[in-house]
């Protein structure tokens, strides 16, 4: 079970930190990705973390901006995103590739290990 937040609506140029909690998972077993769908189009692969911190950039856009870090004491997983762009709003999702330590490709997530999302809205 996965619970995304910290979405919220931040003026074009700001930050926002994303948190998914998981409970009934040990996420530092597992890589975990952060995914986003946009207002009328495709839900996308951002960023993922491998179960040994390695990251891994689903999108070249976000390179430089956006960050995905762990604690596993806490269980938890982050999307520091700096930089944001109006055309960046939408809901952002975590999921986890279970049984996956590396970062599969966006398309290879199944569908059991997702939280419902957190909204985004980058706007002035």
């Known amino acids: 079970h996965l619970v995304e937040s910290g979405g919220g609506l931040v003026q074009p140029g700001g930050s926002l930190r994303l948190s998914c909690a998981a409970s009934?998972?040990?996420?530092?077993?597992?890589?975990v990705a952060w995914f986003r769908q946009a207002p009328g189009k495709e839900r996308e692969g951002v960023l993922c973390?491998?179960?040994?911190?390695?990251?891994?950039d689903y999108l070249d856009s976000v390179k430089g901006r956006f960050t995905i870090s762990r604690d596993n004491t806490k269980n938890m997983v982050y999307l520091q995103m700096d930089g944001l762009k109006p055309e960046e709003t939408g809901v952002y999702y975590c999921?986890?590739?279970?049984?996956?330590?590396?970062?599969?490709?966006?398309?290879?997530?199944?569908?059991?290990?997702w939280g419902q999302g957190t909204l985004v809205t980058v706007s002035s």
């Open positions: 973390i491998s179960s040994s911190n390695v990251q891994t």
């Open positions: 009934g998972i040990g996420l530092r077993w597992y890589a």
């Open positions: 999921a986890a590739p279970i049984p996956n330590i590396n970062c599969p490709a966006p398309e290879n997530y199944g569908s059991d290990y």
